[in-house]
């Protein structure tokens, strides 16, 4: 039988290129869909693709009304956190691609799905190429204990750093914590200009017309330096893959678990 997926943001950039996946994978279908401006509507009348034919609602709690096996939260920061606990409280395993969500929002989470023998699988990146990132970079900080990160960007995303830095750096802080030369409360001058300390990585946000999402992580040591970056596409399509294995494989996990990496087994373990 199908999995029966509830899609929140399915109107959206990312959550569109997912739903039409979706229509195109047998053994996935979608029962309900969340987008306020096309409530009421048939999901596939709105994307243009007749196979999807369940209803869009406005909110995440009329949607869940139907019965779903995996819910995916593909909205915005302000409703994701409410909308996941919903989809918990009715028994679904979650996905969540909505970015920006914190440690402590995603401790909350994790007390209610086990409560509930549930499973979410959060990933700020859903794409190949930026699970690897993070698999390289968490490899590099084990033998190089001096690393700043930088965090390119289109000129007109507000928040900073991207989701994809932010899980970088807490991913690097659980191998160890960077160590500095010259401390950030020593520095002569702007002290800003040493950039943002996020999970003890120090961060600096580019924002600029002509970008639209590199990370790029500088291990630095003495004589030698190793750069590994990371650079997204204008279109949704490479997170679709990833996303598609976290909704096939979510209803295998209990609690929280962060990134790709906790159901793609790229044989990198330490
Ligand atoms: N994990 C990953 O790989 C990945 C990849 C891409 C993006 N993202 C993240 O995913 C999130 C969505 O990004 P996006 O670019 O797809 O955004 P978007 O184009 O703005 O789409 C947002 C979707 O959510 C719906 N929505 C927003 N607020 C809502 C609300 N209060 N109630 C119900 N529906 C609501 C929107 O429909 P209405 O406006 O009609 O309500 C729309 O369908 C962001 O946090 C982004 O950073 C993650």
Redesign the pocket.
């Known amino acids: 039988m199908a999995i029966r997926v509830c899609l ?9 290129e997912l739903a039409r996946s979706i229509a195109r994978t047998p053994d996935l279908t979608i029962v309900a869909a ?5 409530a009421g509507r048939v999901l596939g009348d709105v994307l243009g693709e007749a196979r999807l034919d369940c209803r869009v609602y ?3 709690t009329e949607a869940l009304a139907h019965a779903c096996d995996v819910f995916v939260e ?7 956190k409410s909308n996941i606990l919903a989809a918990l409280e009715r028994h679904a395993h979650v996905v969540v ?4 969500l914190t440690a402590d929002d995603f401790q909350v989470i994790d007390t209610i799905a086990r409560r509930h023998q549930r499973g979410v699988l959060a ?5 190949l190429t ?1 699970v690897l990132l993070l698999k390289f970079a968490e490899l590099a900080a084990r033998f190089i204990p001096q690393w700043e990160i930088i965090d390119y960007a289109h000129d007109d995303k507000i928040d900073a750093p991207s ?1 994809t830095v932010r899980e970088l750096a807490e991913r690097l802080a659980k191998v160890r914590t960077p160590e500095r030369t010259v401390s950030i409360d020593r520095t002569v001058g702007e002290r800003e200009s040493r950039g943002a300390t996020v999970s003890g990585s120090q961060v600096h946000s580019v924002r600029l017309p002509g970008y639209v999402i590199s990370a790029e992580v500088v291990f630095g040591m003495p004589d030698q330096r190793l750069s590994i970056r990371h650079d997204s596409g204008t279109s ?1 399509v490479p ?1 679709v893959d ?2 598609l294995l976290a909704i096939r494989k979510v209803s295998s996990l209990i609690g929280v678990h962060r990134g790709l990496d906790a159901v793609l087994d790229l044989g990198l373990s330490p």
């Open positions: 929140a943001g399915a109107t959206g950039w990312a959550g569109s969340v987008s306020r401006k096309h406005a909110s995440a593909y909205t915005n920061l302000e409703t994701a691609g909505t970015s920006g990933a700020g990146n859903f794409a930026a989701g949704a997170y990833g996303a």
